[in-house]
């Protein structure tokens, strides 16, 4: 059975329809958090999956297909959400626990800002490499260092 995508019943769309659910959504992004001064983005993604389905609709896809294609996404996407949601434990559990501040104690008595940033370099890479994650690395280490460098005053842009 050949691709229900690739027969001449589906049009291809120019490059205006395919960027409109793209800056619409951002478009929406933008009003919820500059005009609302809310950041939480599931109303707008969903208005945005909205007008992305509208769009195929009118590029003579069927609702079916369309599910499908939403349904084989997320089932694609969710070995990295997984991966996402075991992260955020990894950082609550390392706050909530004392780790983080402990981190942040040790550093500052055994580190001098002359071997700072080198230490702070070797250390996210060993954590980054133990871990698998760097989000994880940047959620934990990365939240210590940066008390760490703010004690003994280097800047954030460093």
């Not at 619409?24 to 001064?37: C, E, R």
């Not at 999956?49 to 349904?71: D, M, N, P, Q, Y």
């Not at 990295?80 to 550093?107: E, F, H, K």
Request: hydrophobic fraction near 55%.
């Amino acid at each position: 059975m050949p691709d229900p995508t690739t027969t001449s019943r589906y049009r291809k769309p120019g490059l205006l329809l395919a960027l409109t659910p793209v800056v619409l959504t951002l478009l929406v992004l933008g009003i919820q958090l500059f005009y609302f001064d809310d950041f939480t983005p599931h109303i707008p993604l969903a208005i945005g999956l909205a007008i992305t389905s509208l769009v195929g609709i009118r590029l003579g896809f069927r609702w079916k297909r369309i599910e499908e294609g939403i349904f084989h996404v997320i089932h694609v996407s969710l070995p990295s959400v997984s991966v996402l949601i075991c992260v955020g434990m990894i950082i609550g559990v390392w706050i909530a626990s004392g780790t983080v501040p402990t981190l942040i104690y040790y550093g500052l008595t055994l580190l001098s800002p002359a071997v700072f940033l080198a230490a702070a370099m070797l250390l996210c890479s060993v954590v980054s490499v133990s871990l698998g994650t760097s989000w994880g690395t940047v959620g934990t280490v990365g939240l210590a260092l940066m008390g760490i460098g703010a004690g003994f005053e280097i800047p954030m842009y460093w």
